[in-house]
């Protein structure tokens, strides 16, 4: 089938240049060589060795080294500049307070609980950092469901589907703007967010109309969704199941542009991050004082070496301001630090993937062959030269497969040691298991109750061989065998019995048991069907 012929495509606009705000560019951008990128290390630790993560130490981008040397230099200076006064300004006087001073910030500072708050909220911060990301709006899915349901290779057709995708980029730019700085330097105003292409002035016009306070990121997801349905009407979507599945999958994504807007909106409590800051500060300003090295001949415990460095001091800084340091870069991840989202990078992405996906790559579909694997009963893709090995190992089938048993725990042991094929009970079991006794007469209600549940347990049985007996020859005349012939007597061929003697029995010889009376029993009902509740409280109700 030759195929319509395709309209020109327009160029995409060209990028705009960078905003300026009063005839100056931006401060905080100045100084800047290119836009921030993740820094991704993955590669670098592949594969365990020795030293791996040693090679990682040395990378200045997005380390710790970075975030923290101006708090280090910062307190490795108050920390010299103390212990210089404690040396050569201080009188002897003011030196044996200064000493009292040290011992007493030493011996408190530890009371502050700075592992624990610290851990569980950097924690918290990195449980939330990577919630955020995963609530990025990502069109992936969204593409792949309005090519396959909204058709049409006319032009109509593709208006269509680059219509409905350009919306659901719409509202993904919307709101990364309200939520990340880097985005919001990109498109400042909705003017710039037209001219990028992602809005028309016409809808400009109907967005701006619209009369809310509150931010409009949603605007473009409802006409995502009148869209949908005018296809619908018009055949485009040719059933309902699908404009439902293309909703469904629109609801996902809105859902996740709101999720970022109330991550944005709902931060972590102040209190908890002003107690944080105010612990680890506290604590350190503490170790200013009290991590200074004394006079060795005063005689003060644990002050008998004199060093001008704290190393382990300054360790000890290094490890806990960097953690803080830590939360403090992940809980924002909308900015424009090292590892912060690259949301620009996304917007571009996302935008162009999901025109590729529902116009040139529409009902492109490559002539259909045959694979290598056509004639082969067990396909297996070849290794090259430095795979190889991999072919020779086993494939795993359980953990499980390697428990060897010994020849005689394998066999299995016969019930109550006696003679009796498997599966062939010893007795009734409800007998086995209860005593017997003067309770369990026939008149008694543990007795009626056993009665009931044996009668239960033979209409179940009843039922299971009621279909292999039904092909018998009964009607021609021929009583079956075995227990088919007894199924089909106590249903109703079997001639009936007289009823026995209701007075009372004289009890067994060598027993004290009471006299005991028969008790008429109900008639007994064919086998219930299965969904029916069981008649066992309907009988136990009637017995009582």
């Known amino acids: 089938m030759a195929r319509c012929p395709q309209p020109s495509r327009r160029s995409p606009p060209s990028p705009l240049p960078p905003p300026q705000v009063g005839g100056r560019s931006d401060p905080s951008s100045s100084g800047r060589t290119g836009a921030a990128m993740t820094v991704t290390y993955t590669a670098r630790v592949a594969n365990a060795r020795f030293g791996g993560f040693s090679k990682l130490l040395l990378l200045w981008r997005g380390s710790i080294y970075k975030l923290l040397w101006r708090e280090l230099l910062c307190f490795l200076g108050l920390y010299m500049a103390l212990s210089a006064a404690y040396r050569f300004v201080l009188a002897e006087g003011h030196k044996r307070y200064f000493e009292k001073l040290v011992i007493y910030c030493d011996q408190y500072a530890s009371l502050i609980p700075l592992s624990f708050v610290l851990g569980f909220y950097v924690n918290l911060v990195v449980h939330r950092w990577w919630n955020q990301y995963l609530c990025m709006p990502l069109p992936d899915a969204l593409m792949c469901i309005v090519s396959g349901t909204v058709h049409g290779r006319d032009e109509r057709g593709r208006l269509y589907r680059r219509t409905l995708m350009r919306y659901a980029g719409l509202s993904a730019v919307l709101i990364l703007r309200s939520v990340s700085t880097a985005v919001f ?250 005593p017997v006794g003067p309770g369990m007469a026939a008149g008694s209600q543990l007795g009626r109750r056993l009665s009931v549940l044996r009668r239960k347990n033979s209409a179940v049985s009843e039922a299971s061989t009621a279909p292999s007996c039904a092909g018998t020859s009964v009607l021609d005349g021929v009583a079956p065998e075995g227990d088919c012939g007894d199924l089909l007597l106590d249903s109703g061929l079997r001639e009936p019995e007289p009823e026995p003697h209701t007075g009372p029995e004289p009890p067994a010889p060598g027993l004290d048991a009471e006299p005991f009376t028969r008790v008429s029993m109900p008639a007994p009902r064919g086998p219930a069907p299965p969904w029916l509740p069981s008649p066992i409280g309907e009988e136990e109700e009637n017995l009582a």
């Open 185 to 434: 330097k990109r498109f400042p105003t909705i003017d710039h967010v037209v001219e990028a292409g992602f809005m028309t002035r016409e809808e400009r016009k109907k967005f701006e109309n619209l009369n809310s306070s509150y931010n409009k990121y949603w605007v473009p997801c409802v006409w995502f969704s009148n869209l949908a349905a005018q296809a619908r009407r018009e055949g485009r979507i040719r059933d309902n199941s699908a404009l439902k599945l293309l909703l469904e999958e629109l609801t996902v994504f809105r859902g996740k542009c709101s999720m970022l807007f109330h991550y944005d909106w709902i931060s972590i409590p102040l209190v908890y991050t002003q107690v944080v800051t105010i612990a680890v500060y506290s604590y350190f300003l503490a170790c200013v004082i009290g991590r200074q090295f004394l006079d060795p001949a005063q005689g003060y415990k644990d002050h008998n070496l004199d060093l001008f460095v704290p190393v382990f001091t300054l360790l000890q800084f290094f490890f806990y301001a960097g953690w803080l340091k830590v939360a403090e870069q992940l809980i924002n991840p909308f900015g424009e630090d090292d590892d912060d989202f690259e949301t620009n990078f996304l917007i571009d992405r996302n935008f162009q993937v999901s025109m590729l996906a529902v116009d040139e790559m529409y009902d492109d579909l490559a002539m259909l062959e045959k694979d290598l694997y056509w004639d082969t009963a067990e396909a297996r893709a070849p290794y090259t030269a430095a795979t190889a090995f991999l072919r020779l190992q086993p494939s795993f089938q359980g953990s499980t497969f390697d428990i060897t048993l010994a020849k005689e725990d394998m066999q299995f042991e016969r019930p109550d040691g006696a003679d009796l094929p498997l599966g062939e009970a010893h007795g009734d079991f409800l007998q086995r298991l209860l």
